[in-house]
Every structure is written in C-alpha cells, then in structure tokens.
C-alpha cells in the first residue's frame, strides 16, 4: 500500500472565471474517499482486522475495495438499491462482496458486530477525518489567500476535516452544500427550496449524522452558511464545468451551484473554492 503515499492527493487546482476547483477526482479510485478510507484499511489491518464492512452510496465502497485487496482484508459492501449503476458495476469488477440492502447503515453495524469486522462508516469512524485535512494542507500551498470553500456534504467528515486542517490559520469561510432530498444541515441556513425525494447528486444520503452539530458550529465560526441546492441548478453547473473539460460529479458540481446561489444572495469572494469530490458516472 505505501505507493499510494504518492498518489493520493496533490491533486490539481482549476481555475475558471476566478473560481477555484480542487480536482479530487484525480485520486486513485476516482474520488475523495481515497484520502480517508486508506487511513481506515491501516489501522484495521494494524488491529489485526481480517474482515471490514462498509454501507456506501458508491464512492467509499469502490475507494475499500481497492485498499482492502491490498491489505489483504476481506471486504462485505451493503449498499441501496438505489445505487448509481456505474458505480455498482465498479464495484462488481473489484471482486468485492456486495449485499443490496433496505437498510445499508445499521445491515452493516449488525454485520460488523456478528462478525467482528471493522466497520468503515466514515461519520463514526476518527481515522477518517485526518486524511481530509491534507485537503487544507495542499489549498494553504496552492491558494492560501482561499477566501470561501464550498463542500459537498453527506455526513460531514469531509468538512470536519478541512476545517481541522484550516485551525490555527486565518481560515476560508466554509460554505455545505446539500439537495433538496437530503438537507439537515444545509436546511438550518438556507431556506430557499423546494424539498425533493430525490436528487441527481445521489452521492448526498445521510439524512442523520453524529457530526451535524460540529458542521453547523464550523459554518458559523467561520462566518459560512448552508445551501440547498435543487437539480436544475446542479445540471446547469455539470453542464458549465463539461464545457471546460471537466467531468466531475453531480456532487461537485452542486458546489458550483453553491457559489452562483451565494453569488446572488449578496456574497461576495474574490477566490472561492469549489470541492470536485468525484467522478462522473452517469
């Protein structure tokens, strides 16, 4: 596992009309998920784990998969029905045993306690929010003047994480960007949207999450806010960043809705940060 020390992360910061983009896509597996899931897979394998588990929309399966072959870890991924077919077919090609499921969260907390299997849930899991500080590590070098970041969030370990990275420095302003069908943290600022039972951005499913009151407190210190973003938004931000040779996910491309719809609220950033947090599968 020690060549990926070198190629997970460093990756590109794009620039479009005076609008930053962290290219996270660039990772190994195709996402951001990367950074965080191989600090997990090393420390099961240092507690001598010969089994994980993980409930996953997509990203963080595929992202196990990869680093549990390599430590030699047996990995079980229980993931929705509801899967981004590209992503599921991902998946099947690693090998990796796959159980669809009602109920992917607590199907893979039974599993991981019957089965003495570490469970790789990010948002409860403290070995995943260091890997996203590198995050902030890497922007304080590319664009240390970062005056706004606007992050994709399910759980919100990714936005704990950048914020740690950010703490003892004069930080960005952090800004959550959720869908209209998932929205319990965006939902506490913004109130400009028409609730949905879906979303395009099906990467966003954490309806609960043990680090809500952390993110909203982050939000506020950092004189941030939390946006609520609807399809039609995001599909015109992924067409925008397609017309630039940018082929991210609707999740990434929901910050740059973000930013347009802080734009028009009156918030004003000379150097704002969008988080690509992944791949495009279709």
């Known amino acids: 596992m020690k060549q990926h020390n ?5 990756t ?28 997990q897979v090393l ?20 992202s196990a998969s990869n680093y549990c072959k390599e430590a030699n870890i047996n990995l079980t991924a229980f993931v929705s029905y509801h899967i981004n077919l590209g992503k599921l077919e ?4 690693s090998g990796t045993d796959i159980i669809q499921s009602q109920k992917p969260i607590s199907d893979a907390a039974s599993f991981s306690l019957k089965n003495n299997a570490y469970n790789l849930r990010q948002s409860l899991d403290s ?26 969030v399910s759980s919100g370990t990714m936005f704990v994480g950048i914020a740690r990275g950010y703490m003892g420095y004069e930080g960005p302003a952090l800004h959550a960007t959720q869908t209209e069908a998932v929205h319990p943290i965006s939902q506490q600022f913004d109130r400009e949207f028409s609730p949905s039972s879906e979303s ?17 407190d982050l939000i506020e210190k950092s004189d941030g806010f939390g946006w609520v973003i609807g399809d039609d938004q995001i ?16 999740e990434g491309a929901m910050a740059l809705a ?23 599968y279709g």
């Open 6 to 10: 070198i190629t997970i992360g460093n």
């Open 43 to 62: 420390n099961a394998k240092k507690r001598g784990f010969k089994l994980a588990v993980i409930s996953s929309s997509g990203n963080a399966a595929i």
């Open 12 to 39: 590109q910061l794009a620039n479009i009309e005076s609008v930053y983009f962290k290219c996270e896509f660039e990772n190994p597996t195709g996402s951001v998920k990367d950074r965080s899931i191989i600090n």
């Open 200 to 216: 395009i951005a099906d990467g966003i499913v954490a309806k609960v999450t043990t680090r809500e009151s952390e993110v909203i």
């Open 235 to 250: 599909k015109k931000a992924h067409q925008y960043l397609r017309a630039y040779g940018i082929r991210t996910s609707y």
């Open 90 to 93: 991902k998946l099947k090609e």
């Open 127 to 152: 070995e995943a929010v260091s890997g996203y500080q590198n995050i902030s590590y890497e922007l304080l070098k590319q664009i240390p003047n970062a005056d706004a970041i606007f992050i994709p």
């Open 258 to 280: 973000a930013v347009w719809k802080a734009k028009e609220k009156g918030y004003r950033y000379k150097s704002p940060v969008c988080i690509l947090s992944g791949s495009f």
